[in-house]
């Protein structure tokens, strides 16, 4: 089973400031590495797939990067409605993993 | 529009059964891959099953292996996830989302609320 490890776990943010999540692979999983944002009470929606494309609707500040091992998601511009738990998720073997996720809070 | 919603949640006894329904709508419901993926209290998400668009192909996480069948009806548009000698470790909520084929899940379900608890 590939473990999907993010970083950090908790991340307090001002509005208009960068946030990076990162996830680790424990073994190569190309580029199917996907991210999903769980706001309160809410069920997850699919922000990027494939790493680092886009998906239609999402704002232009959440943009991913990587391969391999090591992926990152970047929320550029952080606005209040950004506060949720983010999730990495690999498709590339079975079973599908995803990471522990990340909360992130607005200060 | 595109929708799923999830049916059949409830309260059980250590060793009961359960019945999820997933049902699809908005969609060419027998064009797509299907899982479940549940939500313990208070912790992350953990992927349960899938089954390929035709049913033939299945897969089960190793933690609920032998104990939940996950099945589709694409006349009726519907997923299906039994769930037979629960514990209370499987409570959670049950989300029922779309494998879109392109990259990762693009819609899930609203999820419901499985308990188990004597």
């Known amino acids: 089973e590939i473990v999907l490890t993010q970083s950090p776990d908790f991340q307090s943010v001002t509005p208009k400031e960068k946030v990076t999540i990162t996830c680790r692979a424990s073994?190569?999983?190309?580029?199917?590495l996907h991210w999903y944002q769980q706001k309160p009470d809410q069920s997850p929606k699919l922000l990027i797939k494939?790493?680092?494309q886009s998906i239609s609707g999402v704002p232009s500040r959440f943009s991913g990067s990587g391969s391999g091992t090591d992926f990152t998601l970047t929320i550029n511009s952080l606005e209040a409605e950004d506060a949720a738990a983010y999730y990495c998720h690999q498709s590339s073997s079975l079973p599908q993993t995803f990471g522990q996720g990340t909360k992130v809070e607005i200060k | 529009q595109v929708q799923l919603v999830e049916s059949g949640g409830g309260l059980v006894k250590p060793g009961g059964s359960l019945r999820l329904s997933c049902a699809a709508s908005g969609f060419t419901f027998s064009d797509y891959y299907m899982s479940w993926i549940r939500q313990a209290p208070g912790k992350g998400l953990e992927w349960v099953s899938y089954?390929?668009?035709?049913?033939?192909?299945?897969y089960y996480a190793d933690s609920v292996k032998g104990r939940f069948t996950i099945s589709r009806d694409n006349a009726k548009n519907s997923l299906y996830l039994q769930m037979n000698s629960l514990r209370a470790e499987d409570t959670a909520v049950y989300y029922c989302a779309r494998e879109s084929g392109l990259g990762g899940m693009d819609v899930w379900g609203q999820g419901t609320t499985v308990t188990v608890s004597s």
């Open positions: 073994q190569s999983i190309g580029s199917s």
């Open positions: 089954i390929s668009s035709s049913g033939s192909t299945i």
């Open positions: 494939y790493a680092s």
